[in-house]
């Protein structure tokens, strides 16, 4: 490999400020403290040298970007200095205990692929390949993306088996709502007019911002825009969150929109989903550092996890509203056992597909559906699943600290001033 003038004047550099770092702060106690802040500060500095961008969806993107080894030895260096940092760090505040966990999974992260790249170089991808599986080295690589995605060290059997575990007790919990629907049936199930489902989207939405109070700070809220989804790209979803523009989007186009989708999408995407853990975000005094890092399961995992709490938010009124949120979640529980199987055991979409009609018969258009998005983004759909059961873990985690003082208010408030955060991480930050 062959570098250029600024990046070897950039190792040079570096090398030189990281020696006279180390030389110094193993020396003092008081000086090992700020061991932290030198971490912070060559993340914010130098990162950008890496040329790494973000993890994408598309799996060859990502492959493409985190095996190239044009800037393997920057690399390289850069983690094992910022590992060595952490190493010598004694965070003592919450604050420094939350960021030198960020910093950890970072460095852990990526030093596993760093080494992995060392012995094998950069990944050949076939000219069109369509599957992870048809990749040399897809083994290692799956596992790495499914721990990127998740923000987890947890395997990819790992992550199978819980997946097989939630889509059991989302079984379960169906048959008992259908059978309350059918005690309590409801007359209306599809709404095809776009100005009644725009009012009923207002309403609900209006119900949800009246009981917030009950399960967070109400100050957190700010005002969001709805309106119907204008993007074909995107019709394959109920709807959608625009960050940008504040804006939850309805997608209606051809068909009805059933009704059992309106609460639980209006949860996840607006408040007190992704609009609200956005709007509380942009007032954190978040690290700078921050800028570089994506946790996606954090994000994703927030949004599934508030879909629980309908019932004290004002909606969920009747049991088909209860059963949409159910059956969405039972679809994303049976994503995580066959993401698994066909990029990682090899399976045939053939098997996926018998394994999804066992588990949800009578759809197999959605099934088709989503075995190739899986195949196209691989790891992707762990995010919602395996971060809303972690956010729910710290949950039963903060209730033991706290006993009877702990509540779902205080422990929200808690998490969500945190920032993002690896949901691997979780049960090791402080929230009492």
């Given at each position: ?28 106690n008081a000086l090992a403290d700020r061991n932290l802040e030198h971490a912070k500060a060559l993340y914010e500095t130098e990162y950008e040298m890496l040329g790494l961008a973000p993890i994408t969806l598309r799996f060859q993107d990502n492959l493409n970007n985190f095996s190239a080894t044009e800037t393997l030895e920057l690399q390289q260096q850069f983690y094992r200095k910022l590992g060595a940092f952490l190493a010598a760090a004694q965070p003592t505040t919450p604050l420094q205990q939350l960021e030198h966990a960020l910093l950890g999974f970072e460095v852990d992260l990526n030093q596993q692929r760093l080494s992995h790249m060392e012995k094998t170089g950069s990944v050949t991808i076939p000219e069109n390949t369509s599957r992870l599986s048809s990749v040399d080295g897809q083994g290692f690589w799956y596992e790495w993306l499914v721990q990127k995605w998740t923000g987890t060290a947890l395997s990819p ?276």
């Open positions: 490999m062959t570098l250029g003038a600024n990046a070897r004047a950039w190792l040079l550099r570096s090398s030189l400020i990281f020696s006279l770092f180390v030389g110094v702060t193993h020396t003092t059997e790992e992550v199978q088996a819980m997946g097989e575990s939630h889509l059991a007790s989302l079984q379960k919990q169906i048959v008992i709502t259908q059978e309350e629907l059918a005690r309590r049936p409801v007359l209306v199930t599809l709404i095809d007019d776009p100005e009644e489902l725009q009012q009923v989207f207002e309403s609900r939405a209006h119900t949800i911002s009246q009981n917030l109070n009950r399960l967070f700070p109400a100050s957190y809220a700010k005002p969001f825009n709805i309106q119907p989804g204008d993007n074909e790209a995107l019709a394959q979803t109920p709807g959608y969150y625009n960050r940008a523009t504040q804006t939850f989007h309805y997608n209606l186009f051809d068909t009805p929109y059933r009704v059992q989708d309106i609460d639980w999408l209006l949860l996840h995407e607006a408040d007190p989903g992704h609009h609200f853990q956005f709007s509380v975000l942009e007032d954190l005094p978040t690290a700078s550092f921050l800028d570089f890092i994506d946790f996606p399961g954090y994000a994703e995992g927030w949004a599934a996890y508030i879909e629980n709490f309908g019932e004290p938010l004002g909606v969920y009124q009747t049991p088909l509203d209860r059963l949409g949120m159910l059956e969405w979640n039972r679809i994303r529980a049976l994503r995580v056992v066959l993401d698994v199987g066909l990029n990682y055991q090899g399976w045939s979409k053939g098997k996926a597909m018998e394994y999804w009609r066992r588990e949800i018969p009578d759809a197999d258009d959605i099934g088709n559906r989503e075995i190739a998005r899986m195949l196209r983004w691989p790891g992707q759909v762990h995010t919602y699943v395996i971060g809303a059961l972690l956010i729910e873990a710290r949950w039963e985690q903060y209730r033991s600290e706290l006993g009877d003082e702990a509540t779902r208010r205080g422990f929200h408030q808690a998490l969500l001033e945190l920032g993002p955060i690896p949901p691997g991480k979780l049960a090791e930050i402080p929230l009492a």
